[in-house]
């Protein structure tokens, strides 16, 4: 089965990113506009091949109609390997900053977790084999664009892989809300970082918060006690990045 994108902006991003392959244009026909001409034009001059589909078509394929009239034929996605991470850190010139998931399973969570931390500068996403959500079309539309971008590694044994980022020099911490964990904002967080985000219900598994070097916690001032995991996430990213600038 084909791997589809759908989506204007997450389409012009893999024309411009170096991950998968595009193979094939599908464009909605009689419905033209300005955006949709723009990325047949971007298509036709990088030798891709455009077809034209009816809007009922598009849909079949999509599997909804939120494809806003165009969808992408991709090669399959093939995740990268924690030594393409590594070589993305070091070549960088900067402290390593990695993200590991921990059974994140909601596609829209998984996107957006992604988006974040490729904005945020991370040099690559790692997840475990098990217990988390695929490369889907709803991922990558979420992400609108960042795996064009952004290294993602499955491994098999996250704490065997957070022990190789410890004896890399990375200090690897696992979000929790646990009283015993330290306030996020009064941590420590130069230098080389890699953060450990728990599925959206249960969190971090036991194994793989005893192998954190710490574990942080983002301060709650209302009634509610947790946050979405992309949310979450996204914090703790960027005060990664206020430290790390001096912020």
């Not at 091949?49 to 090669?75: C, M, P, S």
């Not at 009064?186 to 985000?197: E, R, Y």
Request: contains cysteine; neutral net charge.
């Amino acid at each position: 089965m084909a791997d589809y994108l759908y989506g204007i902006n997450p389409i012009y991003e893999a024309f411009q990113g170096e991950g998968r392959e595009p193979l094939e244009l599908l464009v909605v026909g009689g419905e033209r506009n300005d955006r949709l001409n723009d990325l047949v034009a971007q298509a036709q001059q990088r030798g891709l091949r455009v077809k034209f589909y009816d809007r009922r078509e598009l849909d079949r394929l999509a599997g909804h109609n939120n494809h806003q009239g165009a969808l992408l034929k991709l090669t399959p996605y093939h995740y990268s390997d924690i030594d393409a991470l590594f070589q993305c850190w070091r070549g960088s010139g900067k402290p390593a900053f990695f993200l590991l998931l921990d059974g994140v399973t909601d596609p829209h969570n998984f996107g957006a977790i992604l988006r974040s931390a490729e904005v945020s500068g991370c040099h690559g996403v790692i997840v475990a084999k098990d217990r988390s959500c695929p490369v889907t079309p709803v991922v990558e539309k979420t992400a609108a664009g960042a795996l064009s971008h952004l290294p993602l590694c499955q491994v098999t044994n996250l704490s065997r892989t957070i022990d190789e980022l410890k004896k890399a020099g990375i200090w690897c911490y696992g979000l929790a809300g646990d009283e015993g964990a330290q306030d996020l904002f009064s941590a420590d967080l130069k230098g080389g970082v890699a953060l450990v985000v728990g599925s959206e219900g249960k969190g971090l598994r036991l194994n793989v918060r005893n192998h954190c070097d710490g574990l942080l916690s983002i301060p709650m001032l209302g009634q509610v006690s947790s946050l979405n995991a992309s949310v979450a996430a996204g914090i703790a990213l960027f005060e990664v990045v206020r430290q790390n600038r001096g912020g």
